[in-house]
């Protein structure tokens, strides 16, 4: 649950803008390099070096 965390509406809020690019811009897949990651919105250098080791 979102309302758990943290700046609730701020991680909503960026979830849906996340989504939207991922589907407009790269095709509904998720990025394998760390400069395009960070271009997604709520995704930062500690989010894309986790995503990236994944």
């Known amino acids: 649950y979102i309302k758990s965390c ?8 960026n979830l849906v803008k996340m989504a939207q690019k991922l589907v ?5 897949q ?3 390099d760390i400069d395009t990651l960070l271009t997604i919105p709520g995704v930062g250098r500690k989010t894309a070096n ?3 080791a994944v």
Do not use: G, R
């Open 50 to 52: 986790v995503m990236l």
């Open 30 to 32: 998720v990025p394998s």
């Open 6 to 13: 943290s700046y609730p509406n701020n991680k909503a809020k």
């Open 24 to 28: 407009t811009d790269f095709n509904s």
